[in-house]
């Protein structure tokens, strides 16, 4: 049997880490071989709520369960660690302006960069999934002097999932038949989900669908679907987020030679400003991030890149005492 | 690829439907080489909300899961069913007595049971996970005219899954050493979590546990785990019992030689009563639920069994014009 790996989630007694912990506690993220140990953070006013979750784990005896660590201390929490979780993040209250949030979070994405840094496995993986993703990863990485950044990255498997089934419903296929999309940017309501280069069957996808449908239906659906949902359950997405971060994970350490979407630190690839985190079509290999840099994309595409980055560098801006 | 099967789950917007669906879709249920197609009852109130968990389904772009179908209509919803879920039941409200509640789950029990009888598969497997469960299932499987009532089980695999985790932690092993542990009779606070026959690490558990332990700590920990969970998470176990349903599904349909605990309509084993619904020690081959019968029960044993097979007697006579 496998040594046991080191998982830690924050913000693990919350809707999304509910729907994550049962998932990877059955071996959904690192495969059915391998045994884990959960570290569980939490703010102190829902160390309750956390023990009732760490009881509901232990009342499912799963196997490859080695143990739970439910604590209030990041560097008990990051202690070690393998894998990091960031899913807590202070949402957005009442009156509070974007730069507000930005500043709320900031405050805890510092403090557990530095953690992460100063006490996680030194090969850790974190992804990121607390909004605003992309600049809390921004963040989170920096603050980890020691680490290179690539070893962070940000949530849009969500994003690609949700872009990838609503091309599959179009075009009447199964989501299989989807290769090549991409989601670009920001993790906000200018992201871009991509179909230049996507192909549903091996057709190149605009070929199946009206442009005015890709522009006018398919990217503000992508881009609005979290509100949407909110609408009709009454509250945020939990469980389809915990799937993503859940896959997220799974493909970055066990690898996937199929295109997906995930935010990494830009190196200028398609002249997209170095620094910053920024969502990108990737494969994943010998637990390594690699950028699909082969892409070849029309004044459309570049347009909506550019958005998405204007934002990104606007909330760099906002939080750049922190860097 | 198989051909899909069709898999009910009711009270699909519930919080244990909203823990299971996604397990069941990433393939956990039925393994990751069986398509689904999941088909989702709720009560018109809650279609809004079941709305929202079909859309994040649908974001999840799961490859297994070939259709999502939410309806409020039980035929549309049973129609050539493989596996049924009963999750929905009316919970106890403020200042309901214990006959009211059985009264008021049995009205939708009933409805169930002749509904799967007239438009699921004949080979359905049903479990019922909504409370008061053994009583429930006997009603539905009773107005299942055309089924074996074999076809038909209750839920206390979590029953029994907390007691090995806690049998466990006190013999300081992991649960993969606890084995022969057994839940009998109802799925409430008489319940028998029984040791007699368990053995930890091969070693009789009785000799590596005090008496007095087992019979004032293990027992009622066991009979009120429910309670202490809602005492802590402020809401009634979710993930915990959306993991076991999975659990007793892959068990019944794919297999097992470990003895678990399932309910199951009794004939007449261990002298409980013909016909009630009553946890047993059990094991699973080719689709069907084994008793257990080869166990030699003390005094000890046989009283608590019968306890929990009164309260079960109750039960049927409070519902009987319902048989």
Known sequence: MKEPLRITVTGAAGQI??????????????GIDQPIILQLLEIPPAMNALDGVVMELQDCAFPLLRRVVPTSQPEEAFSGADFVLLVGARPRGPGMERKDLLEANGAIFTGQG??????????????????????????????????????????TILDHNRA???????????????????????????????????????????????????????????QQRGAEIIRARGSSSAASAANAAIEHMRLWS???????????????????????????????????????????????CVDRLRLTEKELLEERDAIKHLL
């Open 17 to 30: 880490g509910y729907a994550m912990l049962f998932r990877i506690a059955a071996g959904e993220m690192l």
């Open 114 to 155: 530095k953690a992460i840094n100063d006490y996680a496995s030194k090969s850790v993986k974190v992804l990121v999934v607390g909004n605003p993703a992309n600049t809390n990863c921004l963040i989170a990485a920096h603050n980890a002097r020691d680490l290179p950044p690539e070893q962070f990255s940000s949530m």
């Open 164 to 222: 990838t089934a609503l091309l599959a419903e179009r075009t009447s296929v199964h989501i299989d038949a989807v290769e090549n999309l991409a989601v670009w940017g920001n993790h906000s309501a200018t992201m871009f989900p991509e179909l230049l280069s996507a192909t549903v069957g091996g057709t190149p996808a605009l070929e199946l669908v009206d442009f005015e449908w890709y522009r006018d239906q398919f990217i503000p659906t992508v």
């Open 254 to 300: 066990l690898g996937t030679n199929t295109v997906t979407s995930m935010g990494t630190v830009s190196r200028g690839d398609y002249d997209i400003a170095e620094g910053i985190v920024y969502s990108f079509p990737v494969s994943c290999s010998g637990g390594k991030i690699e950028i699909d840099k082969t892409r070849t994309l029309d004044d459309f």
